[in-house]
């Protein structure tokens, strides 16, 4: 049964400009940068028959390329961080593209995603990482010149069941085009 999701995937260049950003922060676990992304939609544990309809659903996504820029580092989870993140600005084709995909898995009898669509990359998650020590790295490394990339498709990515940081595998891929 494969763990799905939807995302963009990064350029490797930026992807490297994000993997010189690692160390220096106690009880972080650093995610391999193959694995960058951008989570879309998480679909999770789905059995063979409700991949395959995912899968051909999403040939009907029509949205033409757009931008993606990179912002400066952050963390989630506030007192208790457990992630250290690139964030992504929100732009419009980006809420629109992440609304509709939403829209599609519920209409497949997904249930709503939990939690409200914050752009962002994962570079860490954090295990008994203290919240001075993540302000600390954040002070020193939270600051970078932003990157844009173009996003030309988003992906289907499936992932083994672990704590998380991939492998993830690109199941599928689908063009963004005028």
Do not use: C
Request: hydrophobic fraction near 40%.
């Amino acid at each position: 049964m494969p763990r799905l999701f939807t995302g963009l995937e990064i350029p490797a260049d930026i992807g490297q400009t994000l993997s010189n950003l690692r160390g220096g922060l106690p009880g972080a676990r650093w995610i391999d940068p193959e694995n960058y992304h951008v989570t879309l939609r998480f679909i999770g544990d789905i059995d063979g028959v409700s991949a395959n309809e995912i899968a051909s659903m999403l040939f009907r996504v029509n949205r033409k390329p757009f931008e993606v820029k990179l912002q400066g580092l952050t963390s989630f989870g506030g007192k208790k961080p457990r992630a250290v993140v690139a964030a992504i600005a929100p732009s419009k084709p980006l809420i629109e593209l992440q609304a509709e995909l939403e829209r599609l898995m519920q209409r497949i009898g997904l249930d709503p995603e939990g939690r409200k669509f914050t752009p962002h990359v994962t570079l860490a998650r954090l295990y008994d990482a203290s919240s001075r020590d993540v302000a600390d790295y954040l002070s020193v490394r939270g600051y970078f010149p932003s990157r844009v990339f173009t996003a030309e498709r988003f992906v289907l990515f499936s992932s083994r069941a672990s704590t998380g940081g991939g492998p993830y595998v690109v199941e599928d891929s689908y063009a963004l085009s005028a």
